[in-house]
């Protein structure tokens, strides 16, 4: 069966900008979590959302925010883009909440010049 | 709230056995994931513990005390494709059981 595909896998933006960013889940997983990767924080939780209801957030400012649709894809959007925003963002799909592991894609790779 | 420790980095000899710890403090567990990650790959899950003790996967362990808030993964016969990252990730009990993960300890297998 076909993995989670994210798209693009690499973006290059300029301050201020905003950016959106496309997960397609493994088929049949309604959970999609979206991490942020930097090398010296690790793995940041940004959201989780499940049949189209954001079911958790972490501690990101508002300018981070996200969407399911209803066939699971999602989408994350960052406005107003900071120097600090570069990082690997990271799609999770599992089949609920949590109950299973994670299946992650390949990332999507923001830099912000 | 939840805090994840791991040891940053560690180094083994091929064909060994290594032990990565991770203690981890939260207000409320339900369930501790050991995930691989090699260098610009995306992770990979390996292992889930909710109960105490041991699970086993091939050469691939992982040890649970929810009591002392404490996990390993044992990596047995150690193999150069080994080198990566191995992250700690623990769901909490409440609401919809977010996953936190540690920062990850690179593992370096060397001849």
């Known amino acids: 069966k076909a993995g989670v595909t994210q798209t693009p896998r690499y973006l290059i933006k300029t301050r201020g900008q905003q950016v959106t960013l496309s997960c397609s889940p493994i088929?049949?997983?309604?959970?999609v979590s979206w991490y942020q990767q930097t090398p010296g924080q690790g793995l940041q939780f940004l959201f989780e959302?499940?049949?189209?209801?954001?079911?958790n957030k972490g501690n990101f400012p508002g300018r981070f925010s996200g969407r399911q649709f209803s066939n699971s894809r999602s989408e994350m959007n960052v406005s107003t883009l900071e120097l600090g925003d570069s990082a690997l963002y990271l799609c999770?799909?599992?089949?609920?909440?949590?109950?299973?592991?994670?299946?992650f894609g390949s990332g999507t790779r923001l830099t912000v010049v | 709230g939840q805090n994840i420790d791991q040891p940053t980095e560690m180094t083994a000899t091929e064909g060994a056995i290594v032990q990565i710890n991770c203690t981890y403090q939260?207000?409320?567990?339900?369930?501790l994931f050991w995930y691989q990650q090699h260098a610009g790959e995306a992770p990979t899950f390996l292992s889930y513990?909710?109960?105490?003790g041991l699970e086993e996967k091939g050469r691939f362990s992982s040890f649970l005390s929810r009591s002392k808030g404490y996990s390993y993964l044992l990596l047995k016969e150690l193999q150069m494709k080994d080198s990566a990252s191995y992250l700690c990730?623990?769901?909490?009990?409440?609401?919809?059981?977010?996953?936190?993960f540690g920062t990850g300890t690179k593992l370096q297998v060397i001849p």
């Open positions: 999770a799909s599992s089949l609920d909440t949590g109950n299973y592991g994670y299946t």
């Open positions: 088929s049949g997983h309604r959970s």
């Open positions: 959302y499940f049949s189209e209801t954001q079911r």
């Open positions: 939260t207000s409320g567990f339900n369930g």
């Open positions: 513990n909710v109960l105490d």
């Open positions: 990730a623990v769901r909490d009990s409440g609401g919809y059981q977010k996953v936190t």
